[in-house]
C-alpha cells in the first residue's frame, strides 16, 4: 500500500508544482494595457472594440496582431489613443495609410466647426516603428505616442 501511496503523492505534487509554477508566469502585456498604463486619462476615455477599428478607420481584422483604441467619451475634445501592432510590413504600411487617412477625413470635418479639436487634430501625426503604429490625439501627454513606442 505505501509503495502504491508514495508515487501518488509525489505525483501529485509535481502536478501542483507545475500548476503554481505556470500561474505565476505572467502572460504578455497587451497593447490596451500598455496604452491604458502611458496615457495619463485613460480613466477618462472608453475603449473602442475591433468593430469600431473597423468600422470608423478601416482596418480590417487580418491586419492586426493587437490594438488599442481609446476615444473620450464625447468626442468633443477630439481626444483619441491608436495603437495597432500589425501582422506584417505590408499590414503596417496599410494601417500606417489609414490612420493617416482617418486623420485628415477628421480633421476635414472639424476645421469649420470645432476649432480647438482641429487645433488638436493639426498637431497629431501618425507615428510608426516596424510593425507598431500610434496615433495620439489631444494628449496630455506629448511624448505619449513615443513612449509606447519605445516599449516595443
Not at 500548476?19 to 502585456?29: F, G, K
Not at 496582431?65 to 495597432?84: H, K, N, P, Q, T
Not at 510593425?131 to 505619449?144: F, H, K, R, Y
Amino acid at each position: 500500500m505505501k509503495k502504491l501511496i508514495l508515487p501518488l503523492l509525489a505525483l501529485l505534487l509535481a502536478c501542483l508544482a507545475l500548476t503554481a509554477a505556470a500561474e505565476s508566469a505572467e502572460a504578455p502585456e497587451t497593447l490596451l494595457e500598455r496604452a491604458c498604463r502611458i496615457a495619463e486619462d485613460s480613466d477618462g476615455l472608453i475603449v473602442m472594440t475591433e468593430d469600431d477599428l473597423y468600422d470608423l478607420i478601416g482596418i480590417p481584422p487580418e491586419d492586426w496582431a493587437d490594438f488599442a483604441y481609446l476615444a473620450d467619451y464625447d468626442a468633443l475634445s477630439g481626444r483619441e489613443l491608436i495603437v495597432v501592432r500589425a501582422v506584417d510590413e505590408e499590414a503596417a504600411d496599410r494601417v500606417a495609410a489609414m490612420l493617416t487617412a482617418y486623420l485628415e477625413g477628421r480633421m476635414r470635418v472639424t476645421r469649420n466647426y470645432l476649432p480647438e479639436a482641429y487645433k488638436s487634430l493639426s498637431e497629431a501625426q501618425v507615428l510608426r516603428e516596424g510593425l507598431l503604429t500610434v496615433l495620439s490625439i489631444a494628449a496630455p501627454n506629448p511624448e505619449e505616442a513615443g513612449l509606447l513606442l519605445q516599449e516595443e
